[in-house]
């Protein structure tokens, strides 16, 4: 059995399962399509990390917080009937006034 690798986080020992992810991870680097499906490992600049479990989930706890949340459209339907009625209302005191 090849020796494990260290965390890149906490220096401790991976355990065998993130070793395989790791040397997966490592190996399949040339095929950009496949390590799209497979990507489990942190990676900084496209080369995954070694890390242990403990740490993986950390990081994914991190990330999550990280990300923003995506800004929605102030409204734009309720706007834009705001605006129609708005028009319809112009319009018929328009055409109502003349007669």
């Not at 990280?66 to 319009?91: E, I």
Request: hydrophobic share 40%; net charge positive.
């Amino acid at each position: 059995m090849t020796r494990l690798s260290r965390c890149a986080c906490c220096d401790g020992a991976l355990e065998p399962v993130q070793q395989l992810r790791f040397l997966v991870e490592s190996a399949t680097l040339d095929n950009p399509v496949h390590l799209a499906r497979i990507r489990m490992l942190p990676a900084v600049n496209g080369k995954p990390l070694p890390v242990c479990k403990a740490c993986q989930t950390r990081i994914e706890s991190a990330r999550k917080w990280a990300t923003k949340p995506q800004a929605k459209p102030a409204a734009s339907g309720l706007l834009g009937a705001l605006g129609a009625l708005s028009v319809g209302l112009l319009l018929s005191s328009f055409f109502n006034s003349r007669s």
